[in-house]
């Protein structure tokens, strides 16, 4: 008799399951816009491919860093994993229930509503029967009452008598039909009601309970598989972070700062002490013995190779602000050592490949040879051609940066040029120490020293250069001329000031170092920045120098 209370309970029942999915359903979305989240967090600061931050990341520390963006990834995967795990094993089983349990609950409410029908039939049945019941006895007891009062009328006729006295038989016996049929309708009615309340409704409510019971125990168990799901991968979000930790615990700092210092020293030593400078006596140059002017001082010149030169103050390199060189002659020796070893490895490395791919096409044209009908030999030759003259560029190529990594070499053993600078060795005395170091000498028609090697491997010595390294009292010849673009203070021991549209003499070259070798007048010589100044050689002055 409780159907329309258990209708709203089950109701709310099944609304109670469907809000539980929604929910676990929204912690699924949550689970992979998270994932979704650390996994471009991840990739934003991953070292770009064949980029300068990608040579960062040979330092522990950066190392440690690029791990824990690595465990991050995992990290988000396991977020990712719950999603998927909630969503094949709570929502997608509690949907697929939740439309049964409709079905279940439908079935079980429309057989209560027909039993309730079937008694409402019944008694309808039942009250139909007792007024027709009812009504007969009255008409019979109406009948009977006539019947008597004809009899006593004295007046009536015996036929008017006999026909009373029929109709109220027929009357009795109508109502005696009836109470016969009411009867039968009541003990039909109570039996009726007796399973209806005995039988059919606990039935019905027997089943409705068990339904209720099963969408409880269903849902307590989906809340234990979601907590599950979320422990199932603890362990594995541990390690992650138990990654993370190893990794930090792997920075070494001093493995870092040993990188730096191979990564930026410049091989250079320290520059000797400064002289003192007897202004008292007269002087010719403004500058030292120690000074970048490497000014000739006795003219006794000393063969050293494994020292720091004394022609240089090694803070004044140029600083390169626009593309590098390909000789990478804007950086010190040890590091231009270094780029240029680099360069020969990957030189080298296409050479490799460039044979293996010859050697490959001699194969294959050997197959075309011995057997003709798979290809024509001689359509392989071009390609051959090709592959041979990459090759000897390659190599060309690698020979040069072999020679500019030997000049580098010698930078670093002699503090710098092994000579150019006037008052340093005589080209010959020099010529012979690289020789005997096992180094190549190379030389260019002109007398200069280039990065080409000559096919004859001579050494070539110019007598004028040889005979002006020991003419220690004659000045440099000026090779050009140059004009002053910025106003440059000279602070420094070996350079000059200079003003700004200032017209003076170029008597050296930049060698690479970023500095020009400029005079004022007789007395007044030192080095400019190169960008400074605007040159302007004289392609016929006597200045050129033989460097290696």
């Not at 040890?334 to 020969?344: F, S, Y």
């Not at 290809?375 to 003259?389: F, I, M, N, R, Y």
């Not at 005589?426 to 096919?455: F, H, K, M, N, W």
Request: charged share 35%; with cysteine.
């Amino acid at each position: 008799d409780q159907f329309d209370n258990l209708e709203k309970h089950t109701q709310w029942g099944i609304d109670v399951l469907e809000k539980y999915i929604k929910f676990v359903k929204e912690r699924t979305e949550i689970e992979l816009s998270y994932a979704k989240q650390l996994r471009n967090l991840s990739k934003k600061y991953q070292p770009k491919k064949n980029s300068k931050e990608e040579e960062e990341y040979k330092y522990t520390s950066c190392k440690a860093f690029l791990s824990t963006l690595n465990e991050m990834n995992d990290y988000a995967g396991q977020h990712e994993v719950i999603s998927e795990n909630m969503t094949s094993q709570i929502t997608v089983d509690l949907a697929r229930f939740v439309q049964e349990l409709k079905q279940e609950r439908k079935s079980n409410f429309h057989d209560g509503r027909k039993a309730q029908q079937h008694m409402e039939t019944c008694w309808k049945q039942l009250e139909s029967s007792k007024r027709r019941f009812e009504r007969d006895c009255k008409e019979a007891d109406r009948a009977q009452q006539y019947f008597e009062k004809m009899d006593a009328d004295i007046n009536v006729t015996k036929a008017d008598v006999e026909k009373a006295r029929q109709q109220a038989q027929i009357r009795h016996q109508m109502a005696e039909d009836s109470k016969a049929d009411y009867s039968s309708s009541l003990q039909k009615f109570n039996q009726e009601q007796h399973e209806y309340y005995h039988t059919h409704i606990p039935s019905i409510f027997q089943k409705i309970q068990e339904m209720e019971e099963r969408r409880i125990v269903r849902i307590g168990e989906s809340m234990k598989t979601y907590a599950e799901v979320d422990r199932q991968v603890i362990p594995i979000i541990g390690k992650c972070l138990d990654g993370i930790v190893k990794a930090a615990e792997a920075i070494n700092q001093k493995s870092d700062s040993q990188l730096v210092i191979e990564a930026y020293k410049s091989g250079f030593e320290p520059p000797g002490d400064i002289e003192f400078e007897d202004y008292t006596q007269p002087m010719k140059r403004t500058v030292s013995d120690n000074s970048l002017s490497n000014s000739r001082g006795d003219g006794k010149p000393e063969l050293k190779f494994g020292g720091k030169s004394k022609g240089k103050l090694w803070p004044f390199i140029k600083k390169n602000k626009g593309a590098t060189p390909e000789d990478f002659s804007n950086l010190p020796p040890e590091q231009r050592r270094k780029k240029l070893q680099q360069k020969v490895d990957e030189l080298n490395k296409e050479i490799q490949k460039e044979m293996d791919q010859r050697d490959a096409i001699t194969k294959m044209k050997d197959v075309y040879l011995k057997n003709p009908q798979m290809g024509d030999p001689a359509s392989l030759d071009h390609k051959l051609t090709e592959v041979s003259q990459n090759i000897e560029k390659l190599r060309l190529e690698a020979q040069k940066f072999e020679v500019r990594k030997s000049r580098s070499w010698q930078a670093l053993c002699g503090g710098g040029t092994l000579w150019g600078d006037r008052g340093r060795l005589p080209p010959a005395a020099v010529a012979v120490a690289i020789v005997a170091a096992g180094l190549p000498l190379l030389s260019s028609p002109d007398g200069s020293y280039t990065e080409e090697r000559s096919q004859e491997n001579e050494v070539k010595v110019l007598a004028t250069d040889f005979d002006d390294e020991f003419d220690d009292e004659e000045p440099l010849p000026a090779i050009g001329t140059c004009k002053a673009l910025y106003t440059f203070e000279g602070q420094n021991e070996g350079t000059i000031s200079v003003i700004e549209g200032e017209i003076l003499y170029v008597i050296e070259e930049d060698k690479g170092d970023g500095w020009t070798r400029i005079r004022r007048n007789e007395d007044e010589e030192g080095y400019v920045p190169t960008s400074y100044v605007e040159v302007y050689l004289d392609k016929n002055a006597k200045g050129a120098k033989t460097y290696i």
